[in-house]
């Protein structure tokens, strides 16, 4: 028994009540706590081995009325996560030079989002998962309510409403779930399923409502990472955010859909998702090619980076859905390396995505900075001239994100396609298709900021600083090390996948 | 030692009643060290008595000839409410510090109307139940009529009548089963122990029901709540919600649901596929929680939003209760010591944070005041009292409702999810009166184009803040370790009648 992960859980909220009466000094308040936080993620990361099992379990009885336990722990995912959570949320804190405005309010709602990623991606059981889950909603609501752009107000209120459908009906299902088989704990409800016991359950207790409720379930993930067509909110939520949010949204929080699909819907209701799976597979599709085509015709940055997000977690959703496969009976060697491709694929796309979604909004402060709040892409041209290292750097963000060899995102990507395209060669065809869009936009995006004649009014442009070549250096140089190691973080992957393999049935 | 929580309140207010004008400073000081010696008292039994039993409190001969007894005795559920009901004391009296007109009869009848919540919730003999219960609505009357606000008048008449309707029926069914057992004794538990014709109970049951359901708001007996809520003094409405709803609904389980257990079985026969007393009632339960939260939705006076969301919750206590299951009357009774707690904070923002320095209440006019900006720590209490009424974990009220909901699904599963759309509606009619009031995002300029300062208010005030503190940190304590309530509502419910626990199974 330890209690690491709740220390580490609790840590930004003690950071949070500290900043709300920092004033002038919440960032430097925040940015400590935020490093302190990474320094012990990393830590629970390095330490979590190689087994693929859970490790830093923590149980104990909460609410022993209805049988529910404060259950805990981190495996390959969940401790990768972590890791990611607290590396966004740094980035953000560095991010967020220019609030001026209540910084003490700012700072705590930050940590507070903080510290609801961690509780998300290292609880076990429903019971306190959706607490976490819910509690990193409110923070990012006020950020975007509070410190938006012009358009905040509509924006907020239907990110906040969109997540809120979608968080009752992942409550509805659960609570069914409970009715049918008196737990909420996901390695338990796992285990059901995977015993082939748990549909009966339902329909002895329920009736024929699995397909609901596998339903339901989706329906909270699909909106949070999103798939088409649940991803409207995005758009405007991304463009209005501060861009310091925005890195917190795509970087970390999208991510919980996905990790949401990993550890609750498909371990519980796989079988249910494989009867599905085909027009699973065309709403995937659609995400990733409609993401990308969407993000070829938006004129602002925000918004182009914003659809390139949908884009990428496409692929995400692309691997899972395509991973749900009714097994034929025994164990097929070919078809489960497939699966694990496919799936360390998509946990490796989380990360590298988290990482350089979050680098290229980290960019876009830089560039709105000096540009005075203005992000369109009409607005500059020729920004190498003036300003070679930023456009050098962020230049490196934008190729990891297009998917360059050498770089992290290529290796992910590679590997869902690797993993998706055996078994599911039509859709993995076809969205191959958004690959050469992404490529097109980014390659736009070089051409009409970076290159191409300089506009009167930026000759002056000024080039990144020392300090910010400092902070942004750690996690381009984390960019190339992973495209060159991608071990680094398979190693715990790996086991993980195959571990959660072994107990998912379809 | 319970008993004192009464004899304390009703010396209070007698003292307070007879002592010669003195000063208000004098009146409301006196009230709160009466309110907290009565919460001390009401938590030294709640905490002594552990998660034991029902302890007895008090037993003596009062009219003999009749056999009616002074007997007080605490079970579990008694325990809750009694706790909540010094919450919801000190709370009301910190937050009616600034009454100025007649204060000592003001806080006579407020101590009055406390004391004789504390007897219903303590009383064993019915007798005395419904002495107690009768002498909680005249002071309820005159706080409303003298104190009051918009037609407080036709409020505090509606409100009466309504209240002494339930009652007559409550008594005509009390005789009735007095006469019918012939034993001689008004005692609950020899009353509850006697087997009333099946038949009798059938009308019985249905006639003490509605007579306390009225007072509980239920639909379509809910008309008086909203128009009371509106007319009554802050701290009155504070009360109302808080605790005397509690009452009528406490009276349902403890008299109505024990006394007459037949009278929830089938009728033998079904009419538009509704068959027993038991589906009747948790219709109306069902269409007052979505009604409730629907009227909500379209009100344009602040208060009469709370006032509706009222009659909302209160429907999920009482679909808890007719659940007939163990978890759903747990969470009946945890929702009745929630919504008592987050209703008072609710109220106490509306009415008096708000109101008292705006002097209005329409959402519209307060749309303009920026009072986001003038009044942070109002917009603050209000997120949190907002989110802990929409059901989000973390909160009391999420443990409750996810109770209701599981037993719900047991036992009426169309209802569960027809209460998860009311849920939603919550969340949307919440969501709306906090952008209008406190983050509308109006342009802070006036009709000739010149900027509006944001308008100055008082500062906000110690007792202010104390009673927010008690309030919030109340239901943010239950919501993180439900366990401290849970523990001693879950036996007092097992020790029902058994009849009550199986669902209307043999």
């Known amino acids: 028994m330890s209690s690491v992960l709740t220390i580490l859980t609790i840590l930004p909220i003690i950071g949070a009540a500290v900043a709300l009466f920092a004033g002038a000094r919440a960032r430097a308040l925040a940015m400590v706590t935020s490093l302190a936080a990474l320094a012990f993620a990393l830590w629970i990361w390095l330490s979590i081995g190689f087994s693929g099992q859970m490790a830093f379990v923590e149980r104990s009885a909460w609410v022993p009325a209805l049988g529910i336990e404060y259950h805990l722990g981190a495996d390959g995912l969940g401790g990768l996560m972590l890791l990611l959570a607290a590396l966004v949320t740094y980035m953000a804190i560095d991010a967020s030079k220019r ?21 998300t ?47 009752v009906a992942l409550l509805l299902s659960f609570v069914a779930l409970y009715v049918a088989t008196g737990t909420m704990d996901f390695e338990e409800l796992t285990r059901l399923a995977a015993w082939g016991i748990l549909p009966g359950l339902i329909q002895t207790h329920l009736g024929p409502v699995a397909l609901w409720l596998a339903l339901g379930v989706l329906l909270g993930f699909a909106v949070k990472v999103p798939l088409m067509p649940f991803h409207t909110w995005l758009p405007a939520t991304y463009s209005e955010a501060p861009t310091a949010v925005t890195m917190l949204l795509t970087g970390a929080m999208s991510k919980m859909g996905v990790y949401g699909l990993l550890r609750l819907a498909l371990p519980i209701f796989g079988h249910e998702y494989a009867q599905i799976r085909t027009p699973l597979l065309v709403l995937a599709v659609l995400t990733v ?117 050498g770089l992290n995102g290529f290796v992910s990507e590679f590997l869902i396609f690797r993993g998706a395209f055996p078994l ?83 | 030692m319970l008993a004192y929580t009464i004899y304390l309140s009703f010396a209070g207010a007698l003292v307070l009643a007879v002592l010669p004008r003195a000063g208000s400073q004098f009146a409301r000081v006196f009230a709160l060290l009466v309110a907290i010696a009565g919460l001390a008292v009401g938590l030294a039994g709640f905490i002594s008595a552990g998660t034991g039993g029902a302890v007895a409190v008090a037993d003596l001969a009062w009219i003999p000839g009749m056999g009616i007894h002074y007997t007080l005795a605490a079970d579990g559920i008694s325990r809750v409410l009694v706790l909540l009901t010094g919450l919801a004391a000190v709370a009301g009296i910190l937050f009616s510090w600034t009454v100025s007109e007649r204060t000592n009869e003001f806080f006579a009848f407020f101590l009055a109307l406390i004391g004789g919540v504390y007897g219903v919730f303590l009383s064993v003999d019915l007798f005395l139940l419904f002495v107690f219960y009768e002498i909680a609505i005249v002071p309820k009357y005159f706080l409303i009529a003298i104190w009051g606000s918009t037609r407080r008048e036709y409020g505090a008449m509606k409100l ?36 009333f014709p099946v038949s009798f109970q059938m009308w019985a049951f249905p006639l003490v029901f509605v007579g306390f359901a009225i007072l509980a708001g239920m639909w379509p007996f ?12 802050t701290a009155a409405s504070m009360l109302l919600a808080g605790v005397v709803m509690k009452l009528g609904a406490y009276g349902c389980l403890r008299v109505a649901m024990t006394l007459f257990p037949h009278g929830l079985d089938p009728w033998g026969f079904s009419l538009l596929g509704i068959g027993s007393w038991r589906t009747v009632f948790a219709l109306f339960a069902v269409i007052g929680i979505v009604y409730g939260a629907a009227v909500a939705l379209v009100q344009n006076d602040f208060k009469f939003v709370i006032g509706y969301s009222s009659v909302s919750h209160m429907g999920l206590v009482l679909l808890g209760l007719l659940t007939l299951t163990q978890i759903g009357i747990d969470g009946a009774v945890l929702q009745m010591f929630s919504h008592g707690v987050l209703a008072g904070l609710l109220f106490a923002v509306v009415g008096r944070i708000v109101y008292e320095r705006t002097h209005t209440r329409d959402l519209n006019a307060l749309s303009k005041l920026q009072l986001g900006r003038a009044m942070p720590f109002a917009a603050a209490v209000f997120v949190i009292a907002g989110m802990a009424s929409m059901g989000l974990p973390g909160f009391s009220g999420f443990v409750a409702e996810i109770q209701v909901l599981i037993g719900a699904w047991y036992a009426f599963p ?79 419910v097992q020790a029902l009648p058994h009849l009550l626990l199986t669902g209307g199974r043999p």
Not at chain 1, 129 to 144: D, M, Q, Y
Request: neutral net charge.
């Open chain 2, 222 to 233: 809910h008309t008086w709540a909203p128009t009371g809520h509106v007319a009554a003094p």
């Open chain 1, 289 to 405: 090619v409609a993401g990308a085509w969407a993000a070829a015709v938006q004129k602002d940055l925000k918004r182009i980076f914003a659809y390139s997000s949908v884009n990428h977690l496409g692929y995400c959703l692309l691997a899972i859905f395509a991973v749900a496969i009714p097994s034929p009976g025994g164990s097929d060697a070919a078809l489960n390396l497939s699966q694990t491709a496919a799936l360390d694929g998509v946990i490796l796309q989380m990360f590298n995505h988290g990482l350089t979604a979050a680098a290229i909004f980290w960019f876009l402060t830089f560039l709105e900075e000096r540009s005075g709040g203005d992000l369109r892409l009409d607005s500059f041209g020729g920004l190498r001239k003036p300003a070679p290292i930023f456009c050098g750097l962020m230049g490196i963000a934008l190729f990891s994100s297009l998917g360059l060899p």
């Open chain 1, 424 to 506: 599911a060669w039509q859709a993995a065809t076809v969205a191959v298709l958004g690959l050469l869009i992404t490529a097109a936009v980014i390659l736009t995006v070089i051409q009409r900021v970076f290159l191409g004649p300089l506009p009167e009014k930026w000759i002056a442009f000024p080039d990144l600083t020392r300090g910010e070549q400092l902070a942004v250096a750690p996690v381009l140089a984390l960019m190339l090390l992973l495209g060159l190691a991608p071990n680094l973080i398979l190693a715990t992957v790996n086991p993980a996948v195959m571990h959660l393999l072994a107990g998912w049935r379809f």
């Open chain 1, 99 to 119: 609030v001026t405005a209540r910084p003490g309010l700012y700072f705590a709602l930050v940590l507070l989002l903080e510290s609801g990623l961690f509780g």
């Open chain 2, 160 to 195: 009466a009548l309504y209240s002494f309707a339930g009652s007559a029926m409550v008594l005509i069914g009390l005789l009735a089963a007095y006469a019918t057992a012939g034993a001689h004794t008004m005692d609950l538990h020899t009353l509850a122990a006697y087997p």
């Open chain 2, 414 to 492: 169309w209802f569960a999810v027809v209460a998860g759309v009311g849920i939603v509606v919550g969340v949307a009619y919440t969501w709306r009166a906090l952008q209008r009031v406190f983050f509308s995002d109006l342009p802070a300029v006036g009709p000739g184009g010149e900027d509006v300062p944001v308008p100055r208010y008082d500062p906000i005030t110690w007792p202010e803040i104390a009673g927010v503190l008690l309030l919030a940190g109340s239901s943010l304590l239950i919501g993180v370790y439900p366990r401290l309530l849970l523990d001693v509502i879950t036996p007092a």
């Open chain 1, 121 to 167: 991606f290292t609880a076990l059981n429903f019971f306190h998962w959706f607490l976490f889950w819910e509690l990193s909603l409110i923070p990012a609501f006020f950020l975007i309510k509070l410190w938006g752009g012009e358009k905040r107000g509509p924006a907020a209120t239907q990110f906040f409403v969109y997540t809120m459908v979608g968080s």
